[in-house]
């Protein structure tokens, strides 16, 4: 995405780049998601996976998350008109775009102010991001994006190497923030340190498996971590600098 924004104002001790998943992440989109697969499955007719199945494999781009739900499905039309129905389902459902999670527009906002770079890596389609990202005027808003049609589908870290590609970033001054396990693992795979949110598709017990460097229940909390570590960075270059 933009390239030709100032150098970062950030310590180089501090984190650069600031990278999150979309759904269930930033947007609360999660029980649309739902809806819209068990409605395709309906209109393909497929038998219902559960609640929990659906949400187990929010995070993937849609081909790996369907051959997860539906494993036994070995016909590529049949599948592609799942994929299909899913999309025009989850099209209706987002007629009135899904909110974002509380504190999510005033945290993004104090992270460009205090001159983070700003990423997604989404499941999503490069289409479907833009549409979300136009609808709310959020089109120049994110420095970098990467999606799975486009590159590796989660937990691939290949969408994180490509974004540090772009950037000029190190790993180990990006922060992968997400709310699935494939999150995570993709963070780790790259050499990134992560945050798991326990507000989206996966519950913080199942996400502290993955060992996270930070698990939240809200996203106020990314913030107020994040100004806490920038203050001790502050004092330690005060003290090595005497």
């Not at 780049?17 to 409605?39: E, N, Q």
């Not at 590529?76 to 209706?92: I, K, N, S, V």
Request: glycine share 10%.
């Amino acid at each position: 995405m933009r390239c030709g924004r100032a150098p970062w104002s950030v310590s180089v001790r501090d984190y650069q780049l600031l990278i999150f998943d979309w759904d269930g992440t930033l947007v609360d989109s999660i029980g649309r998601i739902v809806a819209a697969m068990h409605l395709a499955a309906d209109a393909s007719e497929l038998p219902r996976c559960t609640d929990e199945q659906v949400r187990g494999i929010i995070g993937l781009g849609l081909p790996e998350a369907i051959r997860c739900l539906y494993p036994e499905m070995h016909d590529p039309a049949r599948a592609q008109h799942l994929r299909q129905r899913y999309g025009e389902h989850y099209l209706t459902l987002e007629s009135e775009p899904s909110p974002l999670f509380y504190g999510v527009a005033e945290g993004l906002q104090a992270f460009r102010a205090e001159g983070y770079g700003l990423a997604v890596a989404t499941g999503k389609g490069r289409n479907g991001l833009q549409r979300v990202l136009a609808d709310r005027g959020w089109l120049d808003y994110f420095d970098y994006s990467r999606c799975a049609d486009e590159t590796a589908s989660k937990p691939d870290p290949l969408m994180l190497h490509e974004i540090l590609a772009q950037s000029g970033v190190a790993a180990s001054q990006a922060l992968m923030v997400g709310d699935s396990s494939f999150d995570l693992l993709m963070a780790q795979r790259a050499g990134m340190d992560c945050v798991a949110v326990g507000y989206g598709a996966q519950p913080l017990q199942v996400l502290r498996d993955c060992q996270p460097t930070l698990a939240i229940e809200c996203f106020t909390e990314l913030r107020a971590w994040l100004g806490r570590r920038a203050s001790n960075q502050s004092v330690e270059v005060v003290v090595h600098g005497r």
